[in-house]
């Protein structure tokens, strides 16, 4: 807690400020938009098949010498895959979520590589500093796409997660401006990781259909659901109306699986399909108004953070 810079040392950044891996949004081209600009860049593998997870590393390292990472959802069905590219390829940070952070914390620090994984709980921090990751991503109800279970909001996790474990947190959930960073690190964090406002970033691969959509949602448009299978944030549409109507008619677990089908993800945020697909993004998303570059985005969240920390010099004491 004493040392504010630990979080930039321990990615080689210039500033305490993550780029979510998020599926069919965060290729290289963000990934390294991001770095550039002085933030930690994600390359996210959940949606990725081997051969194109390879191909994204390789682009990356071709655009940028900067630190990245890449995102490894432990419910990928390819990991063992996935982590002999990242480990052959030489990436240097690996954020795994979604899963058990015992199973490959230790043969990535054997390697020699950072390693942080994403929890929604204080009891998986707790895990996740047992299993000896570098630091973990503490993310809250507020977050889109995959979720925790137990609803926690990231203003009720931070602090709990920041008695709990001594190792750096990274806040996430609901955090798309320099103001909201601010208040993340005065609940005890050291970063945060941005989600929702990287979607409408020029360089993010989601079809620009999506990312319109997500300029032009307000609040209340997302909604938790799908508790059963996985937990997701997502917009609602014709396709979340179909998960309702299932809702309504006592669906069992198959046939949510079945109203959910295959490849929705990439339907709605890659194809750009509103009706059928499905939509993951935050809350925040209705606090978000226009696309922008990446490096335009972390530069005004760092100049929100600045004129935030002196506005907060002129509240009263109250002593
Ligand atoms: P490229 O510069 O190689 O060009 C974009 C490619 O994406 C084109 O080959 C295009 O195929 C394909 N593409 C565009 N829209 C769609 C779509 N709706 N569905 C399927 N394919 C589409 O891209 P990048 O260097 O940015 O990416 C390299 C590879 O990684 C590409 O194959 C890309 O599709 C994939 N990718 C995967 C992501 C993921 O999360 N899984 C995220 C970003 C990219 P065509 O010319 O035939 O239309
Ligand atoms: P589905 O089972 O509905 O579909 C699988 C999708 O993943 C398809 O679009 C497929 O692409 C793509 N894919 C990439 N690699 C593989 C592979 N090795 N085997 C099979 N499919 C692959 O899954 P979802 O779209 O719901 O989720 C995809 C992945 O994203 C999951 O593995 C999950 O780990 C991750 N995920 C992470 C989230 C997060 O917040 N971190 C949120 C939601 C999902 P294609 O259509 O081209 O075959």
Not at 62 to 89: G, K, Q, S, W
Not at 153 to 169: F, G, H, Q, Y
Not at 188 to 197: L, P
Not at 301 to 311: H, P, Q, T
């Amino acid at each position: 807690m004493s040392d504010t810079h630990r979080l930039p040392r321990l990615f080689g950044t210039t500033y305490p400020v993550v780029q979510a891996g998020m599926i069919w949004c965060s290729g290289w081209r963000l990934a390294a938009a991001v770095s550039k600009a002085g933030g930690l860049g994600i390359i996210g593998s959940g949606s990725m098949y081997p051969e194109v997870l390879l191909e994204h590393i390789r682009k990356y390292k071709a655009a940028t010498d900067r630190p990245f990472a890449v995102n490894v959802p432990m419910l990928y069905p390819d990991v063992e895959a996935h982590m002999e590219t990242i480990l052959a390829e030489g990436v240097p940070i690996i954020f795994t979520s979604a899963g058990n952070p015992t199973t490959w914390t230790p043969k990535l620090k054997a390697a020699g590589r950072t390693v942080v994984h994403v929890v929604s709980s204080v009891k998986f921090a707790e895990r996740a500093e047992a299993a000896g990751v570098d630091a973990v991503v503490a993310e809250g109800f507020e977050a889109g796409g995959h979720n925790g279970r137990e609803e926690t909001t990231t203003m009720v996790l931070i602090p709990m997660v920041r008695k709990a474990v001594s190792i750096p947190v990274i806040a996430a959930g609901g955090i798309a401006d320099g103001k909201a960073m601010l208040a993340a690190m005065a609940l005890g964090a050291d970063g945060v990781q941005i989600g929702s406002r990287f979607v409408c970033a020029e360089e993010s691969s989601a079809h620009n259909a999506f990312k319109q959509h997500v300029v032009e949602a307000r609040e209340g448009a997302t909604v938790l659901t799908l508790k059963e299978l996985a937990p997701v944030r997502l917009m609602r549409n014709p396709f979340f109306d179909q998960v309702q109507r299932a809702y309504a008619d006592c669906a069992s677990v198959d046939r949510l699986k079945e109203v959910l089908g295959r490849a929705r993800a990439k339907r709605g945020m890659f194809e750009g399909d509103l009706e059928e697909g499905e939509l993951e993004i935050g809350q925040v998303s209705g606090a978000i108004d226009r696309i922008q570059p990446a490096a335009e985005i972390l530069e005004e969240v760092m100049a929100e953070y600045r004129s935030g920390l002196d506005r907060l010099r002129t509240l009263p004491r109250y002593d």
